[in-house]
């Protein structure tokens, strides 16, 4: 029986260093449950550090606050034209919290229908908090790191333009999927200083 292909998509622009540590972490994934393949966005040809299974050219965004949640869009349906799978995002300053993250999230039988979601390290806190842990997204206390769901409904769990446009997302797939709740740490922030700066930004 063939195993389920997870992509995993990453965007990336001007920090070299923190998509190096997201990769490695990738990279590092020691599973036989499923089939990796990292899918890399970039709004920046001339950068020549990032690598991947798939590299999708972005366009440069029109409206600086929704394009984040454009890109994400777009790889989600660049991955599922190269055949249908799971999908989750790892932004490049984030990445694995252990090298068998996929291995824990297929551990249990997972379906089309499933959305699996999972518990983020971030700098100060875990994501969702105690409180929060089963019960259906909250705007903050989940996270657009934490989850992954099949491609087939990609556009149920489109990011929009708006504000929140991830925690709307996750909330749209959550509404229509069986959740699987995981009380496993699965994915963490790197230090929790980017916030989508460059590099050269955030290093001074």
Same mark, same amino acid.
């Given at each position: %029986?063939?195993?389920?292909? !997870? ?10 260093? @923190? #998509?190096?540590?997201?990769?490695? *972490?990738?990279? &590092? ?9 990292? =899918?890399?966005? $970039? ?11 798939? !590299? ?15 890109? !994400?869009?777009? %790889? %989600? ?10 999908? %989750? ?6 990445? #694995? ?8 999230? #297929?551990?249990?039988?997972? @379906? ?7 518990? =983020? ?12 842990? &089963? ?8 996270? /657009?790191?934490?989850?992954? @769901?099949? $491609?087939?409904?990609?556009?149920? /769990? ?6 929140? &446009?991830? #925690?709307?997302?996750?909330? &749209? ?11 496993? !740490?699965? $994915? ?9 700066? @460059?590099?050269?930004?955030? *290093?001074?």
């Amino acid at each position: %029986m063939p195993v389920p292909t !997870v992509y995993i998509l990453t965007r990336t622009s001007r920090r070299p260093a @923190a #998509f190096n540590s997201c990769r490695i *972490s990738v990279l &590092g994934q020691e599973t036989s449950l499923a089939k990796i393949v990292h =899918v890399i966005g $970039t709004d920046r040809p001339s950068d020549t550090y990032f690598s991947g299974d798939i !590299v999708v050219p972005l366009d440069p965004p029109h409206r600086k606050e929704c394009f984040y949640n454009l890109y !994400v869009n777009h %790889m %989600m349906n660049v991955a599922h034209r190269h055949g249908p799978g799971f999908f %989750m995002v790892l932004d490049d300053d984030d990445r #694995f919290a252990c090298e068998d993250a996929i291995d824990t999230i #297929f551990s249990r039988p997972i @379906a089309s229908g499933n959305i699996v979601l999972w518990r =983020v390290q971030f700098k100060k806190r875990l994501i969702p908090e105690r409180a929060y842990f &089963g019960k259906p997204p909250v705007k903050a206390h989940i996270s /657009g790191i934490g989850y992954m @769901a099949h $491609t087939s409904h990609r556009r149920i /769990g489109q990011w929009t333009i708006k504000p929140h &446009g991830d #925690f709307m997302g996750i909330r &749209g797939l959550y509404e229509h999927l069986d959740p699987i709740w995981l009380k496993s !740490v699965l $994915t963490k922030t790197q230090d929790g200083r980017h916030k989508g700066r @460059a590099e050269q930004a955030w *290093s001074k």
